[in-house]
């Protein structure tokens, strides 16, 4: 009997309160099973619920002892919280600056050009919208860790210098009650980023541990597109809550999109759903739709990963002047297609959400 037949196993085990099974959200990061019939599984959490380890631990035990080949479990359940503590205590690179941080989502793509950062800087406004409409304004932050092509400030309208609050501690610029950190505003916009990987993977620690984010519900991170060292040193210093792949609908993002995915589960973030943008055009006078770019990727893609497929973006041109003005659509004009479609993404993260 191999550690397959573990997994496997496991995939009957739903997370409490979703369809979705515990190695599909890639929160098994061990499993073995041996020559004595002993199972040992390790679960890696990311929450506040302090109810969930105890049902996902008494539901795996109750699968796997349904076996005949397994006569005893041993499961090992390790909580990352947004405050960094764990089973065992404080986790390395941890900061008291995120302590107030109840959520993290990270927004990735495969490939550049897919919008992934106008998608980041839209659905945090949203967000705060969202938040605002129930009096907790000031409660978003949008971390650019696109370290080489920081285009945040710009998409957002965000500028200035952030100041230095106490040793070593920074206040992240506001912008649309939104707080945002970048490199875009650190360094001069004509100067280059010219770094080898080290470099980026302390960049991020110091996003996290030098800015003073204060109480947040959600702090979304904007990621370079790839999986390199951005992308691991991310899931190695924040507690994430989850990743939200970002695609546009033809075969060459879509394929991209998956390989990205994988490196995710691999160090154990679970996937909260695809996001299609670019996705159709719409005559305003007609109502017709032309897909200029394909149809159907996102949702293929998500059935893919066993996930959620969170909506279409359609094209609009508003979307790019505001970018281009650093005033997001969501924000210049509510009713257009693309805000109501990142409104609806926005409303489905609350629901999405463990926890």
Same mark, same amino acid.
């Not at 496991?10 to 979703?18: C, E, H, R, S, T």
């Given at each position: 009997?191999?550690?397959?037949?573990?997994?496997?196993?496991?995939?009957?085990?739903?997370?409490?309160?979703?369809?979705?099974?515990?190695?599909?959200?890639?929160?098994?990061?061990?499993?073995?099973?041996?020559?004595?019939?002993?199972?040992t599984v390790k679960i890696e959490l990311s929450g506040s619920?302090?109810?969930?380890?105890?049902?996902?631990?008494?539901?795996?035990?109750?699968?796997?002892?349904? $076996? +005949?080949?397994?006569? =005893?479990?041993?499961?090992? *359940? #390790?909580?990352?919280? /947004?405050?960094?503590?764990?089973? !065992?205590?404080?986790?390395?690179? $941890? +900061?008291?600056?995120? =302590?107030?941080?109840?959520? *993290? #989502?990270?927004?990735? /793509?495969?490939?550049?050009?897919? !919008?992934?950062?106008?998608?980041?800087?839209?659905?945090?406004?949203?967000?705060?919208?969202?938040?605002?409409?129930?009096?907790?304004?000031?409660?978003?932050?949008?971390?650019?860790?696109?370290?080489?092509?920081?285009s945040v400030p710009l998409l957002i309208g965000a500028s200035?210098?952030?100041?230095?609050?106490?040793?070593?501690?920074?206040?992240?610029?506001?912008?649309?009650?939104?707080?945002?950190?970048?490199?875009?505003?650190?360094?001069?916009?004509?100067?280059?980023?010219?770094?080898?990987?080290?470099m980026v993977t302390k960049t991020i620690q110091q996003f996290?541990?030098?800015?003073?984010?204060?109480?947040?519900?959600?702090?979304?991170?904007?990621?370079?597109?790839?999986?390199?060292?951005?992308?691991?040193?991310?899931?190695?210093?924040?507690?994430?809550?989850?990743?939200?792949?970002?695609?546009?609908?033809?075969?060459?993002?879509?394929?991209?999109?998956?390989?990205?995915?994988?490196?995710?589960?691999?160090?154990?973030?679970?996937?909260?759903?695809?996001?299609?943008?670019?996705?159709?055009?719409?005559?305003?006078?007609?109502?017709?739709?032309?897909?200029?770019?394909?149809?159907?990727?996102?949702?293929?893609?998500?059935?893919?990963?066993?996930?959620?497929?969170?909506?279409?973006?359609?094209?609009?041109?508003?979307?790019?002047?505001?970018?281009?003005?650093?005033?997001?659509?969501?924000?210049?004009?509510?009713?257009?297609?693309?805000?109501?479609?990142?409104?609806?993404?926005?409303?489905?993260?609350?629901?999405?959400?463990?926890?």
């Open positions: 009997m191999s550690d397959a037949f573990i997994l496997s196993t496991l995939a009957q085990v739903k997370y409490p309160g979703f369809s979705r099974d515990i190695v599909s959200f890639g929160l098994v990061s061990d499993a073995t099973l041996d020559e004595n019939g002993k199972a619920d302090p109810t969930l380890p105890q049902a996902i631990k008494s539901n795996i035990e109750e699968v796997l002892l349904a $076996q +005949s080949t397994i006569g =005893e479990v041993e499961v090992q *359940i #390790v909580v990352k919280s /947004s405050k960094g503590e764990t089973e !065992g205590g404080t986790q390395n690179g $941890q +900061s008291p600056t995120i =302590e107030k941080v109840k959520k *993290i #989502v990270a927004i990735a /793509s495969g490939k550049g050009g897919v !919008g992934k950062s106008t998608l980041a800087v839209n659905l945090a406004c949203a967000f705060e919208n969202l938040l605002a409409s129930e009096g907790k304004e000031g409660q978003v932050g949008l971390m650019d860790c696109d370290v080489y092509g920081p200035g210098q952030p100041e230095g609050i106490s040793e070593n501690i920074i206040a992240p610029i506001e912008s649309y009650g939104v707080k945002i950190m970048s490199m875009g505003l650190l360094v001069d916009e004509e100067t280059p980023v010219v770094w080898r990987g080290p996290s541990a030098n800015v003073e984010w204060g109480e947040l519900e959600m702090l979304f991170v904007d990621l370079p597109p790839g999986t390199g060292d951005a992308q691991l040193s991310l899931a190695q210093t924040l507690p994430l809550d989850g990743v939200i792949l970002v695609t546009t609908p033809q075969k060459a993002a879509v394929d991209v999109a998956r390989r990205g995915a994988r490196m995710f589960e691999k160090v154990n973030v679970p996937i909260l759903g695809v996001v299609e943008n670019m996705s159709y055009l719409e005559d305003e006078d007609s109502g017709k739709k032309t897909y200029l770019f394909g149809k159907g990727g996102g949702a293929e893609t998500a059935i893919a990963l066993k996930t959620s497929f969170l909506g279409e973006i359609p094209l609009s041109q508003e979307v790019r002047e505001g970018g281009d003005h650093g005033t997001p659509v969501v924000i210049a004009n509510p009713e257009n297609p693309a805000s109501i479609a990142i409104r609806k993404i926005a409303k489905s993260l609350t629901e999405i959400l463990p926890g």
